[in-house]
């Protein structure tokens, strides 16, 4: 029904930039919140970062004030922008999206996800 699919990914050095992107497609449904998600190896995802249909964002305490999430809905994608990266950002990172089928059944989907990696 939808498929998403993560871009942006890569190898950074500690205090660089990096900018995720994830686009939305199929038919026959209308997006709800998004949000990226991440995962280091041996560790547990956690939630980096949720964008609401409305524009509401949430962030984990560890990225606030580095990384930005943004939406164009036109596009159907979803972003984060990602500042002074740090070691410690190095994970999978993975986009989730929130969705209701035109039935108004609401479901999930993930991407596959996109590798990080910063240099110390």
């Known amino acids: 029904q939808v498929q998403l699919v993560e871009s942006g990914g890569g190898l950074v050095q500690a205090g660089g930039s990096l900018r995720l992107s994830c686009a939305a497609s199929?038919?026959?449904?209308?997006?709800?919140?998004m949000a990226w998600y991440r995962q280091a190896p041996g560790k547990q995802r956690e939630l980096v970062a949720g964008i609401t249909s409305g524009g509401s964002t949430d962030y984990a305490d560890s990225v606030k004030g580095r990384f930005t999430i943004s939406r164009d809905n036109a596009k159907l994608t979803v972003y984060l922008q990602m500042n002074s990266l740090k070691p410690e950002d190095t994970a999978v990172y993975y986009c989730?999206?929130?969705?209701?089928?035109?039935?108004?059944?609401?479901?999930?989907?993930w991407g596959q996800g996109t590798q990080v990696t910063v240099s110390s």
């Open positions: 199929g038919s026959s449904f209308s997006i709800n919140a």
């Open positions: 989730k999206a929130d969705f209701s089928t035109t039935w108004g059944t609401r479901l999930v989907s």
